[in-house]
Nanobody, 118 residues
Framework: QVQLLESGGGLVQAGGSLRLSCAASGNFREISAMGWYHQAPGKQRELVATITSSGITSYSESAKGRFGISRDNDKNTVDLQMNSLRPEDTSVYYC????????????WGQGTQVTVSS
């Protein structure tokens, strides 16, 4: 069993900051890429940022320059620091990890709500 547990969502005013955290737990051999996605009501889930096990990062155009993704391989955690938040960042944010048990598979957290008020 593998679990991704997210924390850190909430309500913030435009221009403010939030930090999301995600911890992977359970029985697995290895974690490859980790990342954050978001899904607004009525829309598809979209990439926000990813980070490889060696620390290579990738961001959506909207996240570039405002968000920073980081991970701790020893603790199996990934964080997303979100600065200069905008009302359009309002969404449910999901943690994702590519995890090896018997085979590689994608795992998702339960989602955490981020609401940015104008």
């Amino acid at each position: 069993q593998v679990q991704l547990l997210e924390s850190g969502g909430g309500l913030v005013q435009a221009g403010g900051s939030l930090r999301l955290s995600c911890a992977a737990s359970g029985n697995f051999r290895e974690i490859s890429a980790m990342g954050w996605y978001h899904q607004a009501p009525g829309k598809q889930r979209e990439l926000v940022a990813t980070i490889t096990s060696s620390g290579i990062t990738s961001y959506s155009e909207s996240a570039k320059g405002r968000f920073g993704i980081s991970r701790d391989n020893d603790k199996n955690t990934v964080d997303l620091q979100m600065n200069s938040l905008r009302p359009e960042d309002t969404s449910v944010y999901y943690c994702n990890a590519q995890i090896l048990r018997g085979m590689w598979a994608d795992y998702w957290g339960q989602g955490t709500q981020v609401t940015v008020s104008s």
